[in-house]
């Protein structure tokens, strides 16, 4: 059962790429304090972004001709795994980097791939991903929002919600219904550019319960679109969203989001000189090393050409389990010790990473609907 | 080479001489000696040994599959461990005796397949020791169908060189491994079972609930395959982060996907006559051979508290490179 799912290794060229990435970050965020660099992928600075494509570590995996770097998945695993362990703030780049530019490489026009993709590997362009909608959230294929084709162009109108940066985004790739209605379920669907600063698009950010902004609801009113605002095939949008989760599920992010406490929490156990957590930091240091192991065997399927959407599924659902544990067992550990101080920093990112936990298995696809997709590849459905 | 060229014979090879009737009947006390016979006679036994010294001088890496056949096929004998056993002796220039070899890297709990293997190689700490099981007295733990024997004595034999991390990290390694492949074995026969057995007019596997417990099952059974993949992926000199690594994640996970599978089979599942207890008897065996997870997590845990070192950097210097 999945058994090309096998031990992989990173090759050395792709290896050869960490000692400039490293060094990139300690010059860029030493300033950063660890619970503002908890935030990892949900970190947002566009300056930090813009300064990582002028270094050329965004695009890694787009080809040379349209600014990219013609490397492959390896590549981007090392980098994004330094940029991750290390808490740098990502967000900005994220989505266009990790989905939009790939998307569009796959199924854009000629037109679509050099307006975007150029300016996405600068980190220029700023995507967002429209999926969520106020009465379908797992439930994609009944999104209602609608996209009429009305003489050389498209007019849209509904809404999206929780959708991660939308305030900070230059477009969004939505997923609307382009013909039929609900009972088509996935037929009908298409995948529409937006420009978040064309006329009749609201944004409105959502404060979430650690008082950060990330996500918005976005409000669409006879917005018009050119007919080249469409990506790939009309009523494709299903195939095509799923091809791209395949990206979305399989990274590093899907381990990597507690590292930083992690870190933190191992570094006050070592000042303190505390022995009767051994055995708790080796078990989460061994499942760690197995989610890499597994993350890099689903980036080499990737690399094999494929598109693992089962595979970066089991990943996902067994690293999210993980970054979701982190914060549960180093609270019970510190919270053992009654009478041994804790920093403040260390206090205030175990609390974010509490609080902002339970998002790590909705986004991207929730627990449940991931199991069923591994159920599905099981032959159980 | 084509791991496929050298699973297949021997998958073949055990499928025909170790059906669940043959491990039924050494486990309760047959002669194990027809299927050492076809197993030595395949030739994998002396699969790691270097060719200078007339063996295949495969990596624990390339064998790691067919430990994991052995797994899936509660084959009956110390076969992984001897293979193991004859690498580290032709590398000594000490002769290999011919029947099963088992690792013995305590002499305080039982030794899994104790009951038929005929030689121990032991770690003694300073060295290691070849030794006749007889030596050893091996007595039955008394639990039904079980071959791990109970051991005690002070083995004295010929001695070699330790590996420089011990035999417990190669134990634990194969440990992994097998297990390993008896999660996959059980993850097959669980899923398929699902999908067969009806109740309320549908197979119990389209139930929501079976499926999320399966999908479960599948992930741990993936998490081991790979964890002990990257814990052979060192060869015999295995570091202590890599064994603990593997052991840990299987060792954690197998008493889980024992519990699945038993729960989806239901009352049928814990029959004598029905194979799956082949498998589970055996998970929760190796989980505790060599070191269970609660040792191993120490270990590593011990390691790791060392240094100052950031954990994915850690990880990759340790358990990786």
Known sequence: ?381 | MDINELLEPFVRMLDAAAPPAVVRAIEHGGSAAALWDEIAQSGFLDALVAEEYGGAGLSLADIEPLIEALGARAVPLPVAETIVARALLASAGVAAPDGPIALVTSLAQPVPCGLVAQAVLFDRGDALVLCEMAQLSPEQTGVTNSLAARISGNPEGQTLPRPGTGLRPIAAVLRAALIAGAAARLCDVTTAYASERVQFGKPIGRQQSLQQMLAVMAEDMIACRIAAQLGASHGLEVPLAAAATAKITTSSAAPRIAATAHAVHGAIGISEEYDLQLLTRRLHEWRMADGSEGYWSRVLGQQRLATTAMSVDWIRQNVFA
């Not at chain 1, 967002?128 to 003489?151: F, K, N, W, Y």
């Not at chain 1, 080249?228 to 095939?233: E, F, K, T």
């Not at chain 1, 936990?357 to 159920?375: M, N, V």
């Open chain 1, 1 to 381: 059962m999945f058994d090309t799912l096998t031990l992989a290794q990173l090759p050395p060229e792709d290896e050869a790429l960490r000692p400039a990435i490293r060094a990139f970050i300690d010059q860029h965020i030493a300033s950063i304090p660890m619970d503002r660099r908890a935030r990892s992928w949900q970190g947002f600075s566009a300056e930090f972004s813009r300064a990582l494509g002028q270094a050329g570590f965004l695009g890694l995996t787009l080809p040379k001709e349209y600014g990219g770097h013609g490397k492959g998945p390896f590549a981007r695993f090392v980098v994004v795994e330094e940029l991750l362990s290390a808490g740098a703030p990502v967000a900005a780049h994220w989505i266009a980097d990790r989905q939009s530019a790939p998307l569009l490489l796959n199924f854009g026009t000629e037109a679509q791939r050099r307006k975007h993709i150029p300016a996405i590997c600068r980190g220029e362009q700023l995507f967002c991903i429209g999926m969520s909608e106020p009465g379908s959230g797992s439930d994609l294929a009944s999104v209602r929002t609608r996209a009429e084709l009305t003489g050389g162009g498209w007019v849209v109108n509904g809404q999206k919600i929780w959708t991660t940066n939308a305030m900070h985004s230059d477009y969004m790739i939505a997923l609307i219904r382009t013909s039929g209605t609900s009972a088509d379920r996935q037929g009908g669907l298409s995948q529409l550019i937006i420009d978040l600063k064309a006329p009749g698009v609201t944004v409105r950010p959502i404060v979430d319960l650690t008082g950060d902004a990330h996500f918005a609801e976005v409000f669409f009113e006879n917005v018009e679109l050119g007919d080249d605002a469409l990506v790939g095939q009309e009523g494709e949008g299903w195939k095509q969203v799923v091809a791209e989760l395949a990206f979305e599920r399989s990274g590093p992010e899907r381990i990597y989001s507690s590292a930083v406490l992690l870190d933190a929490w191992i570094k006050h156990v070592q000042a303190v000189g505390r022995k009767d957590c051994e055995a708790l930091v080796g078990r989460l240091t061994a499942e760690l090393a197995t989610l890499r192991a597994m993350s890099i065997a689903c980036t080499a399927r990737l690399v094999a050409g494929e598109s693992p959407v089962v595979e970066a599924s089991i990943v996902k659902d067994r690293g999210t389990g993980f970054e979701q544990e982190l914060p549960v067992v180093i609270a019970d550990d510190l919270a053992a010790h009654p009478d041994e101080a804790v920093s403040e920093e260390l206090y205030r990112t175990l609390l974010y990473v509490t609080h902002i936990a339970p998002s790590f298995s909705l986004r991207g696809g929730t627990r449940e609907i991931l199991r069923g997709i591994i159920a599905r590849g099981m032959g159980l459905r």
